[in-house]
């Protein structure tokens, strides 16, 4: 996906990627630590020229990485409870190593652990008004517009749902949106050749001045603005970053558990830092736990589904997202795959991977319900219409070697409606608080 990018230390430097159009620096002084309100007014200064983005998040061809994704809840998987599936693996040399799943729900854990926290301590604390001096009210206002112009045009049915959200959260999952919008670009934009893992150091270091209330430019000062204002950490954000330095020095997967890990990185991580902005239905009776376990799901399905879908695109540039040691099992290889021909090896062997993104897409559908009842659009829209493709993958005969699965608009305005009605229903009864005991 490709998104406003602007430079992190110079115009020559290797972050210099444009995006739609002018965006403005900003001077971060107006900005104190985290948590409080612009301290000074001064002018923006312009840089940058006019680009025109040709992918598109959520619903372009172009996607690499399905990033927004936020809900999903702990289910069974292929049989068994979710969450996580083991706590330790056996490496080559017969050690017990930590699998990916555990290492991604103890960040699960992390990021309930400080929400809860946090919002015990509001209610410990006097809250006072931010003190918003002459003129900054109108730079944040503008920043946050331009986030929702991004998201307005590249994420058109997820833009739509965002406008039953209050002005607040609407406002913040805009600023996420972008945010990862623009990490994303690093590695698949036009200038990603040029991207080195020193670039993704200087993203990352920047992520930081922005969390401590120092943004380089107007995008910036909305998400800091927002992680100002609610709960999240910066743990997800970073684990994205992380994502990406993946992207540039692996271009294969020896098994599920390493995909697993990229699948979490570069999807996963936006349900975590959305579940804060969402908020979780008063009446819900899931714990915050398990509520960030099932955010984890969507991120993971949409990814997987990505995945699917681009095989034969993914191929053409040299890169294989599959688990190696399910294509052996399989009786396939990389050369199967480079060959781009539909057997029925081919075809067993795609059966048991959607089969597999679709029991995470079946673990989100019993948590959407759990969210904030206001915020539930956007998110069944996202699943119904990523579930979708896995339909047009087998409508096609599992060729998705030089067939790309996508779903029509027709199918899409029907899909809107029926996000609409799923999203009226209350929070489910199901008892979803229990995590599984390994």
Known sequence: MSVFLMWVVSPNSELSNGFLETTKLIDSSRFGTRGRSFLQSSKFKNIGNKYKCNSCYLENANLRHSCFGESGFSGSRNGRKSGVVSRVVANPAGELAVSSEQLVYDVVLKQAALVKEQMRAKEDVEVKPDIVLPGTLGVLNEAYDRCGEVCAEYAKT?????????????????????????????????????????????????????????????????????????????????????????????????????????????????????????????????????????????????????????????????????????????????????????????????????????????????????????????????????RQILDEIEANDYNNFTRRAYVSKPKKLVSLPFAYAKSLAPPSSRALSKIMDV
């Open 158 to 386: 997820f833009y739509l749902g965002t406008l039953l959200m209050t002005p607040e959260r609407r406002k913040a999952i805009w600023a996420i949106y972008v945010w990862c919008r623009r990490t994303d670009e690093l590695v698949d934009g036009p200038n990603a050749s040029h991207i080195t893992p020193k670039a993704l150091d200087r993203w990352e270091s920047r992520l930081e001045d922005l969390f401590n209330g120092r943004p380089f430019d107007m995008l910036d000062a909305a998400l800091a603005d927002t992680v100002s204002k609610f709960p999240v950490d910066i743990q997800p954000f970073k684990d994205m970053i992380e994502g990406m330095r993946m992207d540039l020095r692996k271009s294969r997967y020896k098994t599920f558990d390493e995909l697993y890990l990229y699948c979490y990185y570069v999807a996963g991580t936006v349900g975590l830092m959305s579940v804060p902005i969402m908020g979780i239905a008063p009446e819900s009776q899931a714990t915050t736990e398990s509520v960030y376990n099932a955010a984890l799901s969507l991120g993971i399905a949409n990814q997987l589904t990505n995945i699917l879908r681009d095989v034969g695109e993914d191929a053409r540039r040299g890169r294989v997202y599959l688990p190696q040691d399910e294509l052996a099992q399989a009786g396939l290889s990389d050369e199967d795959i480079f060959a781009g021909k539909v057997t029925d090896k081919w075809r067993s062997f795609m059966k048991k991977q959607i089969k597999r993104a679709r029991s995470f897409f079946d673990e989100a559908e019993e948590g959407v319900t759990q969210l904030s009842s206001a915020s539930r659009w956007p998110v069944w829209a996202s699943l119904l219409l990523y």
